[in-house]
């Protein structure tokens, strides 16, 4: 008896299981067949519409086709009831479905947040937003290739991004009733080369551009090398950007401190190798072109551009401090202001900023504070007036200066009428020679006598590293310090032996810089190759009330790495003539600034900046990429300043 109550009880459970659901409202599904317990329906909804009727705008998501047939996935963010609105277009390879659903308080939702959205000058004046996916990436169609090169010899197919961007334009104004059928190009970094891209052949739509931090010439002072010294620590932004179409494959490392992985695998090919990294494509061209040869020189933008005939207003923003594209938005405007006939077609903003900080706050920038929020400043003063001027009918002619600088240590905008403001054509004599002198001093005054040299051992067994241990990945994450690691405090280098510090005497009257330092160094190595980095820093007293922590800082005004190989020539590098000086010239990224009063200069010469850049294995070989770990080798620096061999800092100097 009691095993058939029993028997009876467990037939019992499942009806009453059901009856309790359906009593609780649950939606009741069978089980699979031979479930031995019943599913306990899911909360989550097979297919989540969001309720967006209180949201400020309509999205539209559409494939547009482009001239091949290759569809692109774009996102249109229209403000509800707007008529004759101009639209504001993003090109990107960071997927425009994340771009626009950010979502932030209130009623405008994800219009508000997203890489690249300078958000309250787009949501407040109204502007249709569109965003879309790059070919091959995320939502769109065709094949990806890193900053496809323009039509011509290093593509030879009929596509490229400007004619992605000129087929877009050519469908927005065509299918977006809502629009006056006004365009601007907008972006930062890689989505900053997009809108260069729309300048070539431009659509008779593209009223303005707005390139911001863009990638530019990614050898000569970008991304992927500086001065022909591989950027290595980008090696896992390829990694993730090319293995997968929605980056969905990622870096990874068993190293807290990156500086510990690069010195384990050696050279950045063996990397590379270990991480399957022969499998794509952009990085077996970085290796097979590590010299300055056509395949780069055929798609710098900024030369790209200097052949087209200038038909856009285009606004080029540049930061001072900028960690990854500090040479672009320059090397673009020394490129095409030459057209700028009439004075009004390009201008030059320059902010104190890291990497893509104009559209965030700008009141600091690490431990250095500017007194205001400068991020603010541009896009309230500068980029809402020229976007308004050349989108919205009617809109007065924006009040803005040829070029528009902020002046570091003063802390204060400029209204400059051209750059560099230290020297136009024909004005050498304001480069003022500051010169590495006996007893590891600076001074005006070219050396007359003393020790011809000082010395240092460079060895890649223990290279400088470019900022304090542990040293971080590149990123933006909570907690990385990516950002700002070209303001860190120098003094973690300048204690090193192998690192030669000159410093001035305390200035007297503050020294005006406004364009690039030139760095003429006479220099000798026991090896055959080498690398030269030259940092110009700004030595803060050694107390300062206002901000304690800056008692002595070493402030990064200006800084470069040069490759010894290509002191002849980019395209054509050489072994150096061991023991021997020899004349290296090359510029430092330019500068705004202002040494005051009770300040000194510093400049620091070293032969790694680690791993930022790969170890020059000191040894000459015909691809460093390749190099074996018997070709890394200890070398004897010198740095020379005797009369006749001086080597010295070219400042841009504007008297006052």
Request: hydrophobic letters at 40%.
């Amino acid at each position: 008896m009691k095993s058939r109550h029993a028997a009876a009880r467990r037939r019992l459970l499942p009806a009453l299981s059901v009856v309790l659901l359906m009593s609780s409202g649950a939606a009741w599904t069978a089980n699979p067949p031979g479930a031995k317990y019943p599913n306990y329906p899911s909360e989550m909804p097979a297919d989540f519409t969001p309720a967006t009727g209180s949201y400020d705008y309509v999205r539209r998501d559409v494939m547009i086709p482009m001239r091949d047939g290759v569809k692109l996935h774009t996102v249109i963010l229209i403000p509800k009831g707007a008529r004759h609105a101009g639209i504001v277009l993003t090109r990107t390879p960071y997927d425009a479905n994340a771009l626009t659903s950010h979502v932030m308080s209130g009623h405008l939702g994800p219009m508000l947040e997203g890489y690249d959205n300078a958000a309250d000058v787009i949501v407040e004046d109204r502007y249709i937003r569109v965003v879309q996916d790059i070919r091959g990436k995320y939502g769109s169609e065709g094949d990806y290739v890193m900053n496809r090169p323009v039509h011509g010899p290093q593509n030879p197919t009929p596509v490229d991004d400007a004619t992605d961007t000129y087929d877009t334009i050519d469908w927005l104004v065509k299918n977006i009733p809502e629009s006056n059928g006004k365009v601007a190009t907008i972006g930062i970094s890689y989505d900053g080369f997009e809108p260069l891209m729309s300048l070539v052949h431009p659509h008779p739509a593209l009223k303005a551009a707005v390139p911001m931090n863009p990638m530019v010439d990614g050898w000569r002072g970008d991304d992927w090398f500086h001065n022909g010294a591989f950027r290595q620590q980008n090696m896992s932004y390829i990694y993730e950007q090319e293995a997968s179409r929605g980056n969905t494959i990622k870096w990874w490392t068993s190293y807290h401190d990156e500086y510990d992985l690069f010195m384990h695998y050696g050279s950045a090919g063996a990397l590379a190798q270990a991480y399957g990294m022969q499998q794509l494509g952009f990085w077996n061209k970085l290796q097979a072109h590590p010299a300055y040869d056509a395949f780069w020189s055929d798609q710098a933008v900024d030369k790209v551009l200097a052949a087209q005939p200038l038909k856009v207003p285009v606004m080029l923003v540049d930061s001072l401090w900028d960690q990854e594209d500090i040479y672009g938005a320059l090397a673009v405007y020394r490129a095409i202001k030459p057209r700028d006939t009439g004075g009004d077609m390009v201008r030059l903003v320059m902010g104190p900023w890291h990497h893509g900080q104009e559209i965030g706050d700008g009141s600091s920038l690490g431990a250095i504070h500017f007194g205001s929020d400068t991020g603010l400043y541009f896009r309230e003063h500068i980029l809402r007036p020229f976007l308004a001027q050349y989108l919205k009918d009617g809109a007065p002619r924006a009040d803005l200066a040829p070029v528009t600088a902020f002046q570091t240590g003063t802390d204060r905008w400029q209204r400059l009428d051209r750059w560099p403001l230290a020297c136009e054509k024909g004005c050498p004599e304001s480069s003022r020679p500051l010169y590495l002198e006996p007893g590891l001093k600076l001074g005006f005054s070219a050396p007359t006598g003393g020790a011809a040299y000082d010395e240092y051992v460079s060895d890649p067994a223990h290279p400088v590293p470019f900022r304090a241990r542990p040293i971080q990945p590149i990123g933006y994450d909570h907690g990385l310090t990516w950002p700002q690691w070209l303001v860190d405090d120098q003094r973690e280098a300048s204690g090193r032996t192998d690192v030669l510090t000159y410093t001035s005497d305390v200035l007297g009257a503050p020294l005006i810089i406004a364009g690039a330092p030139e760095v003429h160094l006479v220099a000798s190595t026991s090896g055959t190759d080498s690398d030269w980095v030259v940092k110009l820093i700004d030595v803060y007293p050694d107390q300062v009330a206002a901000q304690p922590e800056l008692g002595g800082y070493q402030l990064a005004v200006a800084m470069d790495i040069f490759r010894g190989r290509y002191r002849k020539s980019f395209s054509d590098p050489q072994p150096i003539a061991a023991n021997r000086p020899l004349a290296y010239r090359f510029a430092l990224p330019a500068a705004n600034h202002v040494f005051l009063p009770g300040h000194r200069i510093m400049v620091q010469v070293q032969s790694s900046w680690f791993p930022l850049y790969d170890r020059n294995p000191q040894t000459f070989v015909p691809n460093i990429f390749l190099a074996r770990p018997g070709d890394y080798r200890k070398a004897t620096q010198r740095i020379y300043h005797a009369p006749g061999e001086a080597s010295y800092i070219a400042l841009p100097v504007v008297e006052h």
